[in-house]
């Protein structure tokens, strides 16, 4: 049976209802799932989906669930899609006014309350379905009917009752099964509820990306005796809460692409050549990141991360490639790089829901935390930063960032290792500096599967000891698309942009020429723990210099998880 016949079934007794062709409501229903956000409950873990936009509205759970910035874990793929009631038609993405069942699912919703969508606003009336599915949908439909035919202000059809009678009786046993179901999720939920977190709870996970890559071009900067390389990046990661409202993550990795891989000097010479999931333990499995978070309220989470912090472990990067196994090829396009200021070590922050559609961030950390000399530890070290975002919602289908970075480092040093050598020291002076960063982001779902998503900032390095200074801009565009060729979790993506580049200042010299990063890839879902993601980024000008040799890498990245 067809989910149309769905549509046909219930329209039967709705088009007789007065109103049935009006114009759409203009409330539109929020898009569930955030792309950065991957731990759940329990160690379940939501799938990342490319334009999703977070959601506007939190229980503590699903907040601390949010906040997850950079996790690369994945523990299992909820495969299963629940239905969501929708406010309007207008809120399904694939149902428009020329639809012959526009009306009828009109009705539905706005005089009945009872239509349902998937998760993602489309309501999918051409796809297969089974009478149990059948009666999950007609079964809110006629309990609402029920009460409402009970009521004496509310008149229906007498046709319309016999419909009722007549689908109630077809659907007899599918609907008392469903009903039955309802009962008792509802009695383990109250269960659950009742008695959860008496103990802790922890769940082991794991990653292990292996790439295999290669480079081109890059004599100048480098020498350009770039050698296809086999290497790997593995992590593993345990997640514990012991009240509910917390999370406990420790986490282990080690790699082994050695010697700063392609940005050496004997290869580009260029951080703009840096791999998103490179590392260079040399095999050597250590402690890579530490943090707990507790949520206070129904919307304030606190984060502590001693080990493994940067201001993106708690201000949310906003870009749908921000992740070393499923995201963007290289360091640079994964995320904005004033997110990067600073190459902290531990810190700490929070993160406030203040209104259904505005978030406030706030984020501290900095280098040798855990070293009590001059010069070290949290509040005292010659290497810190703050910084605060506001995330605003202004449509389910748009998320935007404004964030404002304020650090300090001895040597007057941004540390990114995304851009120019140049703008990376701010002009290489190497003195004390108060650094200003100011970020902007956005993604925007064009359409259900097409995702628009763009960052730009700017970095102000003041150095203390003169009246010189240095400003950096960098930029990104990308367009995403997800779900090509009607494969759930594949991902075509192309991404342009500008590594930072030091354009302006006093007493230190700016970039000659103008670089630019062109990307693409496509992530390939092999199975629900298994990617395959082939793809390139190509440098324009690298060290934003003309006289240098344009480089290019080339990678094909395996991804399991577990």
Same mark, same amino acid.
């Given at each position: ?61 699903? /907040? ?5 910035? =950079? ?46 969508? =998937?998760?993602?606003?489309? =309501?999918? #009336? ?12 007609? @079964? ?73 890559? #290669? ?58 050549? /840096? ?40 201000? $949310? ?18 995320? @904005? ?26 984020? =501290?950390?900095?280098?040798?935390? @855990? ?67 100011? *970020?902007? %982001? ?8 097409? %995702? ?20 950096? $801009? ?8 997800? @779900? ?19 354009? *302006? ?21 092999? *199975? ?35």
């Amino acid at each position: 049976m067809r989910a149309k016949y769905f549509l046909w079934g219930i329209s039967i007794f709705l088009l007789a209802a007065p109103g049935a062709w009006a114009e759409p409501s203009e409330r539109l229903r929020a898009i569930p799932g955030d792309q950065d956000k991957r731990i759940v409950d329990r160690g379940k873990t939501g799938r990342t989906q490319e334009g999703a936009i977070a959601p506007g509205h939190y229980r503590v759970g699903d /907040l601390l669930e949010q906040i997850e910035q =950079y996790n690369p874990v994945n523990l299992s793929l909820q495969e299963p899609e629940p239905l969501e009631r929708v406010n309007s038609v207008a809120g399904l993405s694939d149902v428009g006014p020329r639809d012959w069942a526009y009306g009828a699912l009109q009705q539905l919703a706005d005089r009945y309350g009872c239509l349902l969508a =998937y998760g993602d606003g489309t =309501y999918r #009336g051409n796809r297969a379905m089974t009478r149990y599915e059948f009666a999950a949908n007609l @079964n809110p439909c006629l309990e609402v009917l029920e009460r409402l035919a009970l009521q004496s202000s509310f008149e229906i059809d007498s046709g319309d009752l016999q419909t009722i009678a007549r689908l109630q009786q077809d659907f007899t046993s599918e609907i008392t099964a469903a009903r039955a179901k309802a009962d008792l999720l509802e009695s383990r939920v109250a269960q659950l509820e009742a008695n959860q977190f008496t103990r802790s709870i922890s769940v082991l996970g794991g990653e292990v990306i292996l790439g295999l890559s #290669g480079a081109f071009g890059g004599d100048p900067p480098g020498r350009g005796n770039g050698q296809a390389a086999l290497h790997h990046f593995t992590r593993l990661q345990t997640v514990s809460t012991f009240t509910g409202r917390d999370r406990l993550r420790v986490e282990l990795a080690t790699g082994n692409l050695q010697n700063r891989g392609f940005a050496n000097r004997d290869v580009s010479a260029t951080d703009m050549s /840096l791999l998103s999931f490179q590392a260079g333990a040399n095999n050597i499995i250590g402690l890579s990141k530490l943090e707990y978070r507790f949520a206070l309220g129904d919307r304030l989470v606190l984060t502590f991360r001693p080990v493994g912090f940067s201001l993106s472990s708690i201000l $949310t990067a906003n870009s749908p490639y921000f992740d070393a196994g499923r995201g963007a090829l290289s360091r640079f396009a994964e995320a @904005n790089p004033v997110f990067k200021i600073g190459r902290l070590d531990g810190g700490l922050g929070f993160d406030w829901l203040v209104a259904d559609k505005v978030r406030l961030q706030f984020a =501290y950390g900095a280098r040798n935390t @855990n070293d009590a000399i001059p010069g070290s530890g949290l509040f005292a070290s010659d290497h810190s930063a703050l910084g605060v975002q506001v995330l605003l919602k202004p449509s389910s289908r748009a998320l935007a960032g404004v964030t404002y970075i304020n650090a300090y480092d001895k040597d007057g040093r941004l540390d990114t290792f995304t851009g120019s050598f140049n703008a990376d020291t701010s002009g290489r002076r190497g003195t004390p500096a108060q650094i200003h960063g100011i *970020s902007g %982001t956005l993604q925007w779902r064009i359409a259900n599967n097409l %995702t628009f998503s763009s960052w730009g900032g700017a970095i102000y390095t003041d150095f203390i000891d003169s009246d010189d200074s240095a400003l950096s $801009t960098t930029y990104l565009f990308s367009l995403g698309y997800s @779900n090509p060729f009607d494969r759930r979790g594949d991902l075509a993506a192309v991404i342009f942009g500008q590594p930072p580049k030091l354009v *302006s200042g006093d007493g230190v010299a700016e970039d000659p020429n103008s670089g630019f990063h062109i990307e693409a890839l496509y992530r390939f879902r092999a *199975s629900a723990k298994l990617s395959i993601t082939p793809g390139f980024f190509y440098i324009i000008n690298p060290e934003h210099n003309a006289d240098n040799d344009n480089v290019f890498v080339g990678t094909v990245r395996s991804t399991l998880r577990f």
